[in-house]
């Protein structure tokens, strides 16, 4: 299974059901809380992945910026974290996220 595809299994067994973005924040959020460590999942990929008790190593993110098509250096760098945080909320809210009255649904 991709990297991707862990993250939208992961986070579909924190939220039951349909999924709503609040919904999704919000477990995302608890899951960090409960962590024990200060995250910020809603921010950081490195912390989203921490959250959902998946390997945030370098290799991992590396290897999550490929599946997505990053075109950067894979290097880790702050540009490189910010842009995977981006892809995987976009991709989970455009794919994923059922908003009442939003266009956003899941895939057949």
């Given at each position: 299974m991709s990297i991707f595809g862990k993250i939208v299994s992961a986070i579909?067994?924190?939220v039951?059901?349909?999924?709503?973005?609040?919904?999704?924040?919000?477990?995302?959020?608890?899951?960090?809380?409960?962590?024990?460590?200060?995250?910020e999942p809603l921010a950081s990929i490195v912390?989203?992945?921490?959250?959902?008790?998946?390997?945030?190593?370098?290799?991992?993110?590396?290897?999550l910026a490929e599946e997505l098509g990053y075109t950067g250096a894979l290097d880790g760098s702050a540009a490189m974290n910010?842009?995977?945080?981006?892809?995987?909320m976009k991709r989970i809210a455009d794919h994923y996220i059922d908003v009442p009255g939003d266009a956003n649904t899941r895939p057949a």
């Open positions: 579909r067994s924190l039951q059901g349909d999924l709503t973005r609040e919904q999704v924040e919000a477990k995302v959020t608890a899951a960090a809380e409960r962590s024990g460590e200060k995250l912390d989203l992945l921490k959250a959902l008790d998946m390997d945030s190593g370098l290799d991992a993110r590396r290897e910010m842009w995977l945080h981006a892809q995987v």
